[in-house]
């Protein structure tokens, strides 16, 4: 938790939580110890110094500042040479009437739609590494098993639908150290299928409706 949450109370989004020494020891320590680092992330300045000591990767990186949202562009021209991971948390149920009282939290942290997704859309043009991640669980528009939204918005952001898939499949795995076994379709990896009735490459959204699941070759559901 690099920075407060934006639902969480007693927290501050605007800034860090810990200082440089402190996020230093943990990524030397878990990294001495062959586990990686994601650093929670809104606060511009949490971010900046997530990317200064090291970490593997970020959840959010909204970049919030006093002012607003942005993601300035040599920011992410920094994070795309580092190879650090993101994961901008896009994707809501468009069925559930967000309440008041959360959109005025979101409000006073700077976020919305559109900030949070031109920011995905400079990291992307960036060539920041991308992966696919909901938030899920936060709250009612914001589900278990919201991922499809997420791709749905990556697209909506200018992301090409492959490059979007990818996020949720390929770079997914390399990221969560499984590219090995999972991600792709391909000989010895895990039968791991998720079939839809289209091709999402030309509608993203065909992924809201699956047809049928496999894990490891097995149906599942």
Known sequence: MASGGVFTPGTDTTRPQFTDQELTATVTQAH?????????????????????????????CTCVTPSGARVPGDLADRLARSGVAVCA???????????????AMAARAGLSEAALRDGVATLHRAGVRLVAGSDAGLGPAKPHGILPETLVEYVA??????????????????????????????????????IVDGDPASDIRVLRRPLAVYRAGHPVG
């Open 32 to 60: 001495e110890l062959g586990l990686p680092v994601t650093a929670h992330a809104h606060a511009l300045s949490a971010v900046e110094q997530a990317l200064r000591v090291g970490v593997d990767g970020i959840e959010h």
């Open 157 to 194: 952001c200018g992301i090409p639908a492959t490059a979007a898939l990818a996020s949720a499949t390929s770079v997914g795995a390399e990221v969560c150290g499984l590219a090995l076994r999972k991600g792709r379709v391909a000989q010895g990896f895990d039968a791991d299928v998720l």
């Open 89 to 103: 948390t896009l994707g809501t149920d468009p069925a559930v009437v967000t309440p008041p009282e959360v959109m």
